[in-house]
């Protein structure tokens, strides 16, 4: 394993400092906010909001330093949907394949277009289940069949025309398309009303903040306050904690920061094993391997990668990188 003690000068390291002790400036421009969006702005229009509250306050702290680029968000909420919108800033927009990977939770309103069947929540149960589903024609991806599955779907109440729907479901469901279907399916027809995010892996509606908290807590900071912004701003590695990880030697990040994959000898803990790897001899990042987040010892993020090799030999490639993060 190549020795991590050489002197290496702290403004060409690549590595960051441990998560916990970074300045305001390097927070915010690697960090993750968890955004409740309120119905009105486009994700999109947020997201722009998020990014220039940052640049002007890193113009204030660290003028000689650069400013953001720009944000990205999990996943595109229609204006009139609420809730759970968490945000990647600054260079961690690159990880934001990660929120493809795990789960959401909704809230919806379901707008029966008659009286609700005896066997209504029967009805709701089939549902529980992979669908066959085709995005909308508003939407910005390609029309084409293809699967969900939906996790839990739970009627928290129901009146006569009314329900009150919680739905776990799996990345890139359309609810708008569900809710359709669950009135096909009853007999009465059916529309989505109110519909609210209440969770996306990891992070979920308890530790919501506004754009209000983050315009306050960024102004607070700029005055030296810097404990609101804390709260309000994370560290991006919290956005990759639902994902297997892969702890490599700070020599083996150095080298992935110039764009070399991670080898098994620079592994040196991992969640997963030979088992996990991309299968068939060719061990091919383009299968079907676990997404994984490499890390090194003090918890700084180092990248991204697919598992195809045994991490616990002393030769060969155990990561084939898809994002460096340094």
Known sequence: MTDD????????????????????????????VNVDKPAGPSSHQLSAWVRDAINDTLAALDPDGPRIDGVAHAGTLDPKVTGCLPTLTGTAT????????????????????????SDFRSVVAEFE?????????????????????????????????????????????????????????AGVGAHMGHLRRTATDPFDDRDL?????????????????EGFLREVVRPAEDALVHLPSVTVAPSAARNVATGAPVYAPGVIESDLDASDAAPGPERDADTDAPLVACFIPNGTAVCLGRLVGDPDVDSGVAVALERVLL
């Open 129 to 185: 289940t992979e669908l066959y589903q085709k995005p909308p024609r508003k939407s910005a991806v390609t029309r084409r069949l293809r699967t969900r599955t939906i996790h839990e779907l739970d009627v928290l109440e129901l009146e006569e025309r009314r329900a009150l729907l919680r739905i776990g479901c799996e990345s890139g469901t359309y609810v708008r398309k569900l809710c359709h279907d669950l009135g096909l399916a």
């Open 5 to 32: 003690t050489d002197d290496i000068d702290d403004a060409d390291d690549p590595l960051r400092a441990p998560p916990g002790e970074r300045s305001v400036p390097e927070l915010l421009r690697f960090g993750v």
């Open 209 to 225: 903040h506004t754009l209000q908290d983050l315009t306050d807590a960024l102004a607070w900071a700029e005055e030296g306050d």
């Open 94 to 117: 690159r990880m934001a394949q990660v929120f493809l990977e795990g789960s959401k939770e909704y809230v919806s309103v379901l707008e029966l277009h008659g009286p609700a069947p």
